[in-house]
Each structure stands twice: as C-alpha cells, then as structure tokens.
C-alpha cells in the first residue's frame, strides 16, 4: 500500500453548520430562519425532525471545543446563523448572538485552532424570504450589510472567512426542486438566485477585504464530476449541459468575472437574466485566498430520449420538480455501488479528477477540501465502541486521492472533514450520521467513533498508510 506523507503546514479540519447542531433556535434573539419554517412544515423532513435542539451545540460549545482539542485539528470551520446575529436579516444586530461566536472564536484561538468562519450555509432569515428571499437582489444587498456587522464584531480573530456554503444547493434545491428551504419550485427564481447569491459572494468578499484585510478570503463550491453515460455527441453534450449549471455558473463569474455564454443560451427559454446589471460581474469577481471543494459523489447522465421513463438518480432528494434548470432532455443515472447511507457513490477516483481539472482550467487558485465524508448506519457495539470501518475506508480513499492530486500539481493546502458531530442532515433530519463523533439526541453525550481515533493519528502524523 502506497504511503502518502502531507506536509507540516497541511491544515488538517474538521466541519459543522449552525442549523445542523446549535439548537436553541428560540433563546437570546434569534430569529427564525427558512430552515425552522421548511422543517415545521409538515411532510417536508424525514420524521418531521427539527434542528429546534440539534447537537445542543449553543449551550455545549466548551465541551466540543475540547473533543476539537482533543482531535489535534488545526482549524476548525462552522458557520454564522444570520437570524441569530440580526434576527430579521436588516437593521440592529443582536449582541447576544454576536458574543456567543465571539466566545466560540476566543475559544478555538486559546487552544490554538484556527477559527475558519462560513458566513452563510442555508439559513436566511425568514423576514427577507418573504420579501423574496434569494430571488431578489435586495437580498444580496442585505448580505453585503450582514458581513460587515459580523467582520466588524469578530475582526482579524477569524483566520479565514468564507462567504458560502454551497450556493448551487441554496439555488437550485431551494428555488428549483424545493427539497431544501424556502422550498420553491420556481425555475426562474432559481437563476435569479444564483445570481444574487454569487453577487453577494462578492459585496461580502470585498467587505472582508476592506475590514479584515489580514484574513483569508474564500468561498465553498459543491463542484459536480459529471460523466458521460457513452461518448455520443448527445451524451456529451448532455455532460456541457449540467456542467454550466452546477460548475461553471459559479465559477465563471466568481473566478473569470463573467457568466458563461452556453449557460445563458441553455436558459434563454427561462430568463432572458435581465436581473444581471452592468458591472454586476466584475464585482462577483473578488481575488480568492483559497477556493473551498465540498465533494461526496459523482454524476452520470445521458441524453433522454424523450420516451423511455426519465431517470432522475442525481443524489439531491425527490421531487416533481427539477433541481436542473433548463435541462429536461438529460436523464442522471443510477452508478454502481457501494453507497454510503444517503445512496451516494462512493468514487475516490472522481474527487482526484476534480482537483485536477480545476488546477488546469484555474492555474495558480489555492484549493481547500472544506467538506468530504460519508453518512452510514453507525451501530453501537455492547462495549459502546463505535467501530464504523466503512467511514474510515472512506476518509482514507478519499484522503489519499488529495495526495494524488497533490502529486499531480492541484495546489490543495488542507481538508476539512464532514463532519465533526451527527447532527441534522436537512431534509433527511437525524437519519442519517456524518459524525465521526456520535450524539445520543435523547441525552446529548458525545462519544467518540473509532474514525475519530483514526483521524486523530493522521492529524499527528501526516502519514496515510
């Protein structure tokens, strides 16, 4: 077996998100967001969970800290709940939001962790989804207002912050197929989303630059691997088709400062995207620290011939509706196994070839792994060891296709691994564990599973064998 030696300055990570483990959804002024309307409303999560109490991570911060210690990590990523900070998304902040992450980073910065702060994963304040949410540009505006507050509470303390998490999923699984919050199935709405989120991206990106100019700046994109079922033009073009949407329709304006024109082309049945002013682009555009590569699975599709029974395995949650705008002629389908506990793929190989294409197509663009690992049905032995040697074969596979991409030139300088705690998956609530720490959502005890074990010995050695 190859050994793979990362070097001494390799940020080794972990990863969470507000909603998915704070709790205390109604305490110290937070506001509700999407996600507490999405969740309360029946039918729309598995078993009608809640992230009301999640991890209960808002009253039990000093004790994750310590397993985050314990860990070795040397950076540790979490998000900011908007509603918590600034209850209805404008106007007054609320003081006991902004201390409670103002102690969250004193915290991480005594025991020497490096704060690395997502502005934004899923949770808009619900006041301004009623007044258009995502799809309006007064949004991207109100973001712009939003960061400043929170640089300017948490200054330079914040070793690098990142604008998004994963604005392909706030677009088009929020605005598209509805499987994720506000839960609109508005094609049109969805572009107009991608839009207003990637021009907030960047009025919060210079905001950054101009309050914290010490600190990294970064953005996380779920970048797709989309592979053709066969090399027929039609399939091929079928792989052009989905790439615009899931790739290159934040890549292009965020990295190249323009939209790409077979995007526009493919949507003008939808929009004519008069909602992109002049200027806009350029301003999207800010210089990236680091770009963020959230990865899990990879994508197969086809051209549909329009007769057969459309397969519609993209991994993204069922719905009448469409995640893919524009795109009723191509069909995604299912890949060989194994899976993981969310039916996803499991293609190590993918993840190589992703940060490979993105070091050809954006030479010189620093790349972070700020999410990768596996769900699976963890199973608590009689001795209370959590012996999940599924998560562990995955984290390897996975780790070592960095080191693949590293060896093949991808400039990747660190890996956060998804996730630190079990916490509320979204739609799928707590069915489904990513942790490689457990949580018992009856009493809140945190045990460790033997991937945690696992991950702390590669954090002290750099060395996968």
């Known amino acids: 077996m190859t050994e793979h030696v990362f070097p001494d300055d ?12 704070e709790g205390a959804a ?47 990590l040397d950076a540790y990523r979490f998000s900011i709940s908007w509603p918590r900070v600034q209850p209805g998304g404008s106007g007054q902040f609320n003081r006991a939001g902004l201390d409670f992450y103002s102690r969250l980073v004193d915290g991480l910065l005594e025991r020497g962790v490096r704060p690395v702060a997502t502005m934004y994963h899923w949770d808009l304040p619900q006041e301004l989804e009623d007044a258009g949410g995502w799809a309006v540009r007064d949004t991207a505006l109100r973001f ?43 094609p049109a709405a969805a572009l107009a989303a991608v839009h207003h989120l990637n021009l907030a991206h960047g009025l919060a ?11 990294q700046l970064s953005v996380t994109l779920n970048l797709h691997v989309i592979r053709p079922a066969s090399d027929s033009a039609a399939d091929l073009d079928a792989v052009r088709r989905i790439d615009a949407l899931a790739n290159r329709a934040f890549l292009g304006p965020m990295l190249q400062g323009a939209y790409p024109a077979d995007l526009l082309a493919d949507t003008a049945a ?7 002013r002049e200027g806009d682009e350029s301003t999207i555009a800010v210089p990236l620290d680091v770009l963020g590569v959230n990865y899990y699975s990879s994508t197969l599709v086809r051209a549909w011939d329009g007769l057969s029974p459309r397969s519609d395995a993209d991994g993204h949650g069922k719905s009448a509706a469409s995640a ?43 790349l972070m792994i700020t999410e990768n690992g596996a769900a699976f049905d963890d199973v608590v032995g009689p001795d209370g060891v959590i012996q999940d040697d599924r998560r562990i074969d995955y984290l390897h596979r996975h780790i070592a296709a960095v080191a693949q991409a ?35 959502y009856d009493t809140q005890v945190r045990t460790w599973k033997q991937s945690a074990h696992w991950y702390r010995r590669l954090i002290a050695t750099g060395r996968l064998g």
Do not use: K
């Open 10 to 21: 390799f940020v080794w990570g972990s990863a969470t998100a507000a909603y998915q483990i």
């Open 26 to 72: 109604r305490e110290d002024g937070r506001g509700p967001s999407i996600w507490d309307t999405y969740s309360h409303t029946p039918g729309r999560t598995l078993n009608g969970d809640t992230g009301d109490v999640a991890a209960d991570h808002y009253h039990r911060w000093r004790e994750d800290l310590g397993h985050i210690a314990d860990l070795g």
């Open 144 to 186: 712009q207002e939003y960061a400043a507050g929170i640089v300017e509470a948490l200054g330079d303390r914040v070793h690098t912050w990142t604008t998004f998490n994963e604005p392909w999923c706030s677009a088009y699984l929020g605005y598209a197929s509805g499987v994720h919050a506000p839960g609109r199935t508005e």
């Open 205 to 215: 990106g210079r905001v950054v630059r101009e309050l914290a100019p010490a600190a």
């Open 270 to 276: 939808v929009t004519d995207w008069s909602f992109v």
């Open 324 to 366: 893919w705008v524009a795109a009723d002629g191509v069909e995604f389908l299912p890949q060989p196994g194994p899976y993981t506990a969310m039916g996803w793929n499991i293609d190590p190989d993918a993840f190589t070839e992703l940060l490979l294409r993105l070091h050809r197509e954006y030479p010189g663009q620093p």
């Open 406 to 440: 590293r060896a093949g030139g991808a400039d990747v300088r660190g890996y956060f691994l998804w996730s630190l705690l079990d916490n509320f998956e979204w739609g799928y609530g707590y069915d489904r564990r990513f942790g490689i720490i457990r949580v018992d």
